[in-house]
């Protein structure tokens, strides 16, 4: 089967390489530890209405089979010969007729393992290469040595880079910043690139930056764009978190790269559509507003996630609640059984390591202070339970469980008026199983939520 497996993406990598030799699109690339699926929509958002025909990366399709699956234009074929075949048949096609092949590529690349994305850099050469913020806490570190050794990995993509093309780097993270002298003072070339770099971020001057950055459970996220000393407001309904702001401010980067005015670059961010499990708003049950982050999880998104919770005031009231969100109208109930709590259900952090325990550990001692409820997913979430009753939460209010299926009746018999409830998880603990079950219009899940395809419904 891995046999199988590595022909197959041999051929449809050989397939990419020549399809992009024969039209040579526009290429933007991202990378990085957080952030990366945020910040390929936004630029998406951004490019699309300015390129004749535009194609992104679909979900987190970054992977050795990911890549060359966006740039042929055809979808995972799971454990499907004929499906594969289907899809080997359509790169051939392109490569020998003349197709209406996009003119611009938005492609998100990742590393599993060490050489993913030096392999990729050999023979993709974006003109547009963006990196995210590269985690400092050590993440994919099974199969690396170090944190080290996974941005050395990320930032090979910066070598990529075409003549005459641009950098896009994360200004506030030091290390990335420093990126652009990779190409101003190369270390194997005797010459320096033409090579643009561009910033975006908001403690550090940037080309993109951002201020006066607000987050509300009712309406979502505002800051004010400042592209190249040029001030506009933005406004985001439907997610929280900073690195939303991040994204969007990559993508105003990204179409200064392009030219595109200030005024087009605002409205196509105004009407950016977040994907599907990163910290979007849902309608809860009983009168609850849920964060739904459940496609996956690290230590600094987790921090990041505690920190937008804890940076929100509660807003439901007995006689306010907004109809956008679709709650049920509270104004028959008394102030004082609007709960306004706080709960967080936190999974498994996978591909940790031997770093695992002590990041559940610390996320622990966070979560302490900012929630009334925690209930936890998972063997290893359970460090977090415990670190938390260390750090002085009661046990009372700390709830584990072995599975999403366990943790998703007791949550949904909890919910109540005016409670936020965080759901936050790895891949493996599925804890999108858990917002299902606390969906106020559960028939809507399949457009709300990750993971509800009849390939994952089979999975355990």
């Not at 055809?74 to 007729?97: D, E, T, V």
């Not at 393992?113 to 590269?134: F, N, S, Y």
């Not at 950098?167 to 270390?187: C, H, S, T, Y």
């Not at 849920?290 to 690290?298: A, E, G, P």
Request: hydrophobic share 40%.
């Amino acid at each position: 089967m891995q046999i199988m497996k590595k022909l197959v993406i041999w051929i449809l990598t050989i397939e990419s390489r020549l399809i992009i030799g024969k039209y040579k699109p526009f290429i933007v690339a991202i990378t990085g530890s957080v952030g990366k699926t945020s910040t390929k929509d936004a630029i998406y958002c951004v490019l699309k209405n300015r390129e004749r025909y535009a194609r992104k990366s679909e979900k987190s399709m970054n992977s050795e089979i990911g890549l060359p699956l966006t740039i042929i234009g055809a979808s995972n074929a799971w454990h499907s010969f004929s499906g594969w075949l289907r899809n080997i048949m359509l790169g051939a096609k392109m490569i020998i007729n003349r197709v209406d092949y996009p003119n611009c590529l938005i492609l998100e690349i990742g590393a599993d393992h060490p050489g993913d994305i030096r392999k990729v850099a050999r023979w993709l050469h974006p003109d547009i290469v963006v990196i995210t913020r590269i985690s400092k806490t050590p993440v994919h570190v099974e199969f690396f040595k170090s944190s080290e050794e996974v941005f050395e990995e990320k930032s090979a993509l910066v070598s990529a880079v075409k003549n005459g093309g641009t950098l896009v780097l994360f200004a506030d993270d030091e290390k990335v910043a420093a990126l652009g002298d990779m190409v101003k003072r190369p270390k194997v070339s005797s010459e320096a690139m033409d090579v643009k770099v561009l910033t975006y971020g908001v403690d550090m001057p940037a080309t993109a930056r951002g201020e006066n950055y607000t987050g509300s459970i009712q309406s979502g996220i505002s800051f004010t764009l400042d592209l190249t000393g040029e001030k506009v407001p933005v406004s985001i309904h439907g997610v929280l978190g900073k690195v939303y702001l991040y994204s969007l401010l990559a993508a105003a980067a990204a179409g200064e790269v392009r030219n595109i005015p200030l005024a087009d670059i605002v409205k196509s961010l105004n009407g950016y559509e977040a994907p599907r499990g990163r910290m979007n708003i849902i309608p809860g049950i009983n009168g609850s507003m849920l964060i739904d982050d459940t496609y996956n999880s690290s230590p600094d998104a987790v921090m990041s996630a505690l920190e937008t919770l804890k940076e929100l005031k509660s807003e439901v009231t007995s006689n306010a609640i907004k109809e956008d969100f679709g709650l049920v109208n509270l104004s028959n109930i008394p102030i004082g059984q609007v709960s306004h709590r706080k709960i967080a259900v936190l999974g498994d952090m996978m591909e940790l390591g031997r770093f695992s325990t002590d990041e559940h550990r610390k996320i622990g001692k966070e979560v302490a202070s900012i929630v009334n409820i925690l209930i936890t997913v998972g063997p290893r979430a359970r460090m977090i339970a415990e670190e938390a009753i260390k750090s002085g939460m009661p046990a009372d209010y700390v709830k584990c469980f072995n599975s999403s299926l366990d943790a998703a009746p007791y949550v949904a018999s909890i919910a109540s008026p005016g409670d936020i409830i965080l759901v936050k998880g790895s891949q493996s603990p599925r804890l999108e199983r858990v917002t299902k079950a606390l969906l106020r219009e559960p028939e809507k899940a399949d457009k709300l939520l990750v993971r509800q395809e009849e390939e994952w419904g089979r999975r355990p």
